[in-house]
DNA sequence: GGTTAGCACTCAAGACAGTAGAGTGCTAAT
DNA sequence: ATTAGCACTCTACTGTCTTGAGTGCTAACC
């Protein structure tokens, strides 16, 4: 796996795309639709005869062998051998994602359901993370990726500073897309900067100071305007290169966050017995920036995307497939949920819980927004 | 699994290792002892010709045959059928824990690296539980659990709120055990109760007034004194009532918080090779109250735990055993870190790892301590 | 001309038998 | 007490055969 596989992990899915874009037959459609929608539930090769039989073509086996054969002279179908059963191709895939497939809304229940959940949980901490993870790995029986919401760069936007009783002091710092951190800060090294006189009087007029100041600024930003315009108080200067710390530790964060679930479902399909890819694949997500660089992608426009196979640059998710949506507040904070499952996935149900969930986020964000 | 499986996830250890204390001639340890160990490294049955040539024992094979038969007899070997190579029993890598493992402290080049990556790492959010569980888990290559440390019973610290500029309140609550929970307010249901003039001033006395009331409270405590002792001010139930709400939640959150790592590395083991196993594993790994059953266990008695095989009560876990150790400060905040692998898994390693490890966290939670 | 029945062909997977090798347990000699 | 030797056991591997699902092609059919 070279580095430049890492540079762009999507090969440009418009061009898939086009190239899905054929002209079929109505029987190549039925026949394609249904060699897939078979194989995904089976896992097992699918053959003519037992596709007449379990969809009762009005067809023989033999009419449908013809069409077989012409899909996968269009490269939409695959032979494992000679004597085996079709399997679909990544294309073939992409062909039914994007025209074949009978997309289903969630049904009621299910919404209800999964709305009732999380209107048992705060929307403050990271529980909810887990909880999106949770449900759509348990909705769509694959593994699940959930990144928080966050801007790209965390920017300043308010500061607290807090005396406590025994226990040292705080540093409350809300960032500017409305994510919170707070640190605590030693005495050592700070007790006599405060002079004589010391506790939360002093603290609050560092505070507001540091406000009036940095507000907006992202980490660098904030770096340079400490070295620059060197502070009239030594104090701001201390808490400033926390701050700047703080803001710094921010950005690396984004990528540590991620939480992922339900990764036994992957493991559980027949495909991934083996265990050798899962390691690999593991390993991906372990090195999780490379949602990072799903972003670009996702912002160019939003709603849910798919990549298939080996439309993945990455050679160790060239036989699984993603789908996933931003969700959150476009220009400010943009986070990223989605499933990843075996290629032969059950995409007429991921693309549809990954759409309402993210509306479903989308919403409760905005509504957590209005109600501040 | 019945629940009453769940009641005592561990059958009493303590006659295990009586059990296991018996009088060994020489050579039958020499020949356990050796069993174990190329057990722990090959996966592969061992025979008593093979021994001999690897360990360059003094005897011939026919006297070994005899030692592992004695042994068998003992119940710390077995045989997977008639033909195969000797295999250790729990009983029989209870005894090499116990009394034959010669036990390595970790070396001087681990160590530091291992000091220098937490070094690198905050202590004041969640990045060094992950970090403990990467450095745990890489170590060892084995999965690792960490819970992070944490009262039994979330108490009340100290209270602060928050005026924002732009967005909303904050209610910043910091624990008796030292961490800090904050949550944002909607300025619904709460502006009319400060009145006409609002603003941090309003919040302040607030705040110390609940400051003086509730300190060292625990979530029902809380609830009580604002039932039977109706708040003066009605800002001050509002307020309340939601520090009362976090404190359920963050007892609730013990149990998730939860962070494990390197699961990949279990799922390596040939033994697991079949991926069923694992399901079963990974589900208890989930609901992971499991670990709160151990605390008990830990409480009583400091350092590491061995837990092995069917040791453990819990069904899914009689292939797998358990290293671990509580972290913290004994009264107040207890933490589990720990690691999982099959039965036949690296004591001399592990252990050494899971101690060195609980030591260096107690350490820098204790500087931590000091320096607030 | 599209459809279908029929047929020869292919290949993976399962059943079966035979073999090699590692291992055991026992006994008799040292 | 130890060990060499031997008969015995069982797994894992190998090669062969069979079965069955599936294909592609062709010739007959509507």
Do not use: C
């Amino acid at each position: 796996m070279t580095d430049s596989t890492w540079m762009t992990p999507i090969s440009n899915d418009d061009t898939q795309a086009n190239r899905a874009a054929l002209d079929l037959s109505e029987r190549q459609r039925t026949v394609l639709r249904a060699v897939v929608e078979d194989y995904v539930l089976s896992a097992v090769p699918v053959g003519s005869k037992a596709l007449v039989e379990r969809y009762r073509l009005p067809v023989s086996s033999a009419t449908v062998r013809m069409a077989m054969a012409e899909l996968e002279a269009l490269g939409l179908l695959s032979h494992p051998h000679t004597s085996a059963g079709r399997v679909p191709s990544d294309l073939g895939y992409r062909y039914y994602v994007e025209t074949l497939m009978r997309e289903a809304e969630l049904n009621r229940s299910d919404r209800l359901m999964i709305r009732h959940q999380f209107s048992q949980v705060q929307l403050t901490n990271n529980e909810w993370l887990r909880l999106t993870a949770s449900v759509l790995s348990g909705s769509t029986h694959s593994a699940s990726i959930v990144t928080p919401a966050r801007s790209r760069r965390a920017r300043f936007g308010h500061l607290q500073l807090v005396e406590l009783a025994d226990r040292g002091r705080l540093l409350v710092l809300v960032l500017a897309d409305g994510n919170v951190v707070q640190r605590r800060l030693d005495r050592t090294g700070m007790d006599h900067l405060l002079g004589d006189e010391q506790g939360q009087p002093q603290l609050d007029a560092a505070a507001s100071r540091l406000n009036g100041r940095l507000s907006g600024m992202d980490a660098r930003a904030v770096r340079r305007r400490l070295q620059r315009a060197p502070q009239t108080e030594e104090i701001d200067t201390f808490v400033g290169e926390i701050v700047a710390q703080a803001l710094e530790e921010e950005d690396r964060l984004v990528v540590e966050e991620v939480v992922t679930d339900g990764l036994v479902h992957v493991l559980e399909q027949p495909e991934f017995a083996g265990g050798g890819k899962v390691r690999a694949i593991l390993d991906v997500l372990q090195r999780s920036d490379f949602l990072q660089q799903l972003v670009p992608l996702v912002t160019r426009r939003g709603g849910v995307h798919v990549i298939i196979g080996r439309e993945n640059s990455i050679d160790a998710m060239h036989e699984v497939s993603l789908v996933f949506a931003p969700y959150g507040t476009p220009g400010r904070a943009l986070g990223l949920l989605g499933v990843l499952g075996p290629t032969r996935m059950a995409y007429p149900r991921a693309i549809p819980t990954v759409r309402y969930l993210a509306a479903l986020l989308d919403e409760l964000i905005d509504q957590d927004a209005k109600d501040a």
